[in-house]
Nanobody, 120 residues
Framework: QLQASGGGLVQAGDSLRLSCTAS????????LGWFRQAPGKEREFVAS???????YYSDSVKGRFTLSRDSGENTLYLQMNSLKPEDTAVYSC????????????????WGQGTQVTVSS
């Protein structure tokens, strides 16, 4: 299972960096995704990091969020800039298995998420 961390309470316009790890195991040739779930809403796609095809972002975060991996491929980062109150949610990472990169059904190994709260 994966573990997301780095969440917190920030003000609108601030930045946060989330981390996703897998108990120290490297993400070799692994496509990973970030999703978020706000209270009362369904889990939604945020971004995906493909081991060979770059990164993809939802329209709501494009230009503000950036994915990266550390050199040892042990950690996937989600740099979140210019945060907005509507970004408030529990953020989780998961491993893509098959199907659409934008669908939660395509992912597995969901770990406990990390809460991000953005105040106005």
């Amino acid at each position: 299972q994966l573990q997301a961390s780095g969440g917190g309470l920030v003000q609108a316009g601030d930045s946060l960096r989330l981390s996703c790890t897998a108990s120290g195991r490297p993400f070799i040739r692994t496509t990973l995704g970030w999703f978020r779930q706000a209270p009362g809403k369904e889990r939604e796609f945020v971004a995906s990091s493909h081991w060979s095809a770059g990164s993809y972002y939802s329209d709501s975060v494009k230009g503000r969020f950036t994915l990266s991996r550390d050199s040892g491929e042990n950690t996937l980062y989600l740099q979140m800039n210019s945060l907005k109150p509507e970004d408030t949610a529990v953020y989780s990472c998961a491993v893509w298995k098959t199907g659409s990169y934008y669908s939660t059904r395509s992912y597995t190994s969901w770990g406990q998420g990390t809460q991000v709260t953005v105040s106005s």
